[in-house]
Nanobody, 117 residues
Framework: QVQLVESGGGLVQPGGSLRLSCAAS????????MSWYRQAPGKERELVAT????????NYEDSVKGRFTISRDNAKNMVYLQMNSLKPEDTAVYYC??????????WGQGTQVTVSS
């Protein structure tokens, strides 16, 4: 059973940085691609970044390229999202997502990120 717990959200000023963490349990972590999604008020949930099971490849949504970095530590069953140069439009609830590729998936409960002066 996929279990994911996010942490690291909070209030930050424009131009600031935050690092989100996601602790995974209940599945063979290294066999799952991991993603971060976000959902702003009144908007649909959108994919922010994805990293492969080995960590060898990553993809980003265009608006975060060059500012956000996804990474994982398979020894610790952790996935991270380093967010730099934050903008007010990055304000959202950020969710961790696990995908086996063969139908097993799971979501975390989300962590709020607010970018405001």
């Amino acid at each position: 059973q996929v279990q994911l717990v996010e942490s690291g959200g909070g209030l930050v000023q424009p131009g600031g940085s935050l690092r989100l963490s996601c602790a995974a349990s209940g599945f063979t972590f290294s066999m799952y691609a991991m993603s971060w999604y976000r959902q702003a008020p009144g908007k649909e949930r959108e994919l922010v970044a994805t990293i492969s099971g080995t960590g060898g490849s990553a993809n980003y949504e265009d608006s975060v390229k060059g500012r956000f970095t996804i990474s994982r530590d398979n020894a610790k069953n952790m996935v991270y999202l380093q967010m730099n140069s934050l903008k007010p439009e990055d304000t959202a609830v950020y969710y961790c997502y696990a995908n086996s590729g063969w139908g097993e998936t799971g979501w975390g409960q989300g962590t709020q990120v607010t970018v405001s002066s």
